[in-house]
């Protein structure tokens, strides 16, 4: 572990398992850390009451200031080809004669040189002869332990209002010891509808189950293993508020939640089937009737009781209690600032401070929020857009060249070039009503000219090139540049001659054109 970088909110997370009472194994198991690790954290805990119930959870300021991250975890590179694959036919025939593994690999080493592990022998013959399926067992649940979650396919529905067909999912959360259950359709598998059907399921039963089973959906598990999967970070704060504990079922292995697979599977046989949906809203109100009449009073298989009589009786009071306040079901995602000095969260942007581009931030997105954050300091925080497209600026998270060119709009210049004399004036105004190009940085750049200068300067250079048609900044650069500001007006010093009276060599005139 001389690698693992720690978080905040992790280290936040292992003293709120302190509060709760587990023990160091328990937590180190389940934070993916080491015993070491978690007593260093009891024993800070302890010494500043941090254990307390009654005592505040201490700010990650605080927290950061005794614990510092380190690296990630170096990946392993699968191997795409079996090291064993060339020996394929004779290892599977040692296997059928009921050769050890160990043997099989001393073999290949005597007569091949064979160089590889025999992890790599036995992940050949996981795959190529799996063993026959293994007995299993009835597992037994204590009143109010254990719910278990999972998304089984829905119906497709069409609105009725907007005419919309969409595809939809039902979300189930059955008791284990009771077999009552939450259901409910939703759109998608995101992690704010994990988040919002938990709080719902919990509502629902009025209370909450000391553990909470579920597989490996990504919306909940960011990194499947058998021993140690990592846990959404959205995820482990509501488990945190509700005071359940995540129980992730193995890799491939969904008998271990076999009860709400089996609910799954009954809402999707009696109850989908032969009936009309006119929304989302519609189906769920159908939905939750049917859990309370024919699906909550029907005798179960296996206890051979009515669930919801048996949850109503037994199980709703031995369930944890609702906490006087709900969790906050943010959820969160990191995203890197871009050298336009926003975030992209779901095709909407929000700002952050420019000194944090190329950095990756934490947004915690609630449903009218955005709070971004650099590790666990609060940099920006921005109302929640849904619009694909739609942008949030804090102008004060913009770098100064941009502070002045958004400062600098076209009132501005006009009122500087009002200010500095007519000629200006009117320099700028035909700048402005350019029918092709945008002038503005034009008219800024010549406004810039009277802090080298001066007013009187810039404006006698506006009049010289208004006087000869070429009224551009690159020409009344290169006037002041030369300093022809400061030399008469060619045009005023010509004198003219008296008009010329006579013809053309070729004209004609009326006359002759009669003839």
């Known amino acids: 572990m001389a690698n693992r970088r720690f978080e905040m ?48 959870l201490p700010a990650d300021e605080e927290i950061a200031a005794h614990y510092k991250a380190a690296g990630k975890n170096a990946k392993r590179n699968p191997q795409t080809i079996s090291t064993v694959e060339a020996f394929r036919e004779e290892i599977l025939a040692w296997h059928r004669q009921g050769i050890q593994v160990s043997s099989m690999r001393q073999a290949l080493v005597r007569t091949h040189g064979y160089a590889g592990s025999v992890d790599a022998l036995y992940r050949f013959l996981r795959r190529e002869a799996p063993a026959a399926p293994a007995a299993t067992v009835m597992l037994d649940f204590a009143v109010g332990e254990l719910a278990q979650v999972d998304f089984g396919s829905g119906p497709a529905i069409t609105d009725r209002a907007s005419g919309e067909s969409f595809k939809t999912w039902f979300f189930v959360m059955t008791l ?70 995540i129980d992730p079922c193995p890799v491939a292995d969904p008998q271990k939640k076999g009860r709400v697979e089996a609910g799954v599977k009954y809402v999707k046989g009696n109850f989908a089937p032969l009936r009309q949906f006119h929304g989302v809203t519609h189906a769920n109100e159908q939905l939750r009737a049917w859990i309370l009449g024919e699906a909550g009073n029907r005798i179960h298989g296996s206890t051979r009781e009515r669930p919801l009589t048996r949850s109503e009786a037994t199980e709703r009071a031995l369930l944890q209690s609702l906490p006087a306040m709900a969790p906050n079901c943010a959820t969160w995602a990191k995203a890197k600032l871009h050298p ?50 739609d942008k ?21 210049c006009l009122a500087q070039a009002t200010a500095t004399g007519p000629a200006c004036l009117a320099v700028v105004e035909r700048m402005f009503a350019h029918r092709v190009l945008d002038h503005l940085r034009a008219a800024q750049g010549l406004l810039r000219m009277s802090d080298q200068y001066g007013r009187n300067r810039l404006e006698a250079a506006c009049s010289r090139a208004l006087n000869f048609g070429t009224p551009t900044y690159r020409t009344i650069k290169q006037i002041l540049k030369d300093g022809l500001d400061q030399q008469p007006d060619l045009l005023d010093a010509v004198v003219l001659e008296a008009p010329y009276l006579s013809g053309g060599r070729f004209s004609r005139t009326a006359a002759d054109r009669l003839h």
């Open 392 to 412: 949030s600026t804090v102008d004060d998270h913009l770098p100064p060249d941009a502070h002045a060119y958004f400062m600098r709009d076209p009132q501005w």
């Open 176 to 245: 284990a010891w009771s077999r009552h259950q939450y259901a409910e359709v939703v759109r998608d598998q995101s992690v704010a509808t994990w988040l919002a059907c938990h709080r719902h399921a919990f509502e629902w039963f009025n209370g909450v189950p000391r553990k909470v089973r579920i597989d490996n959906p990504k919306c909940a598990i960011t990194k499947a293993c058998y021993y140690e999967p990592t846990v959404q970070r959205a995820y482990g704060e509501l488990a945190l508020g509700y005071g359940f504990i």
């Open 9 to 56: 909110y992790e280290i936040r997370q292992i003293i709120q398992r302190l509060r709760l009472g587990e023990s160091n194994r328990a937590i180190a198991k389940a934070q993916r850390v080491g015993r070491d690790t978690v007593a260093d954290v009891r024993a800070l805990a302890a010494s500043r009451h941090w254990l307390d119930a009654a005592v505040p």
């Open 340 to 389: 336009n000095g926003h975030v992209q969260h779901e095709y909407c942007y929000y700002s952050a401070p420019f000194r944090l581009i190329h950095q990756t931030l934490w947004l915690e997105i609630t449903p009218d929020a955005v709070r971004i954050y650099r590790e666990h300091e609060l940099v920006a925080i921005h109302p929640r857009l849904f619009k694909p497209g």
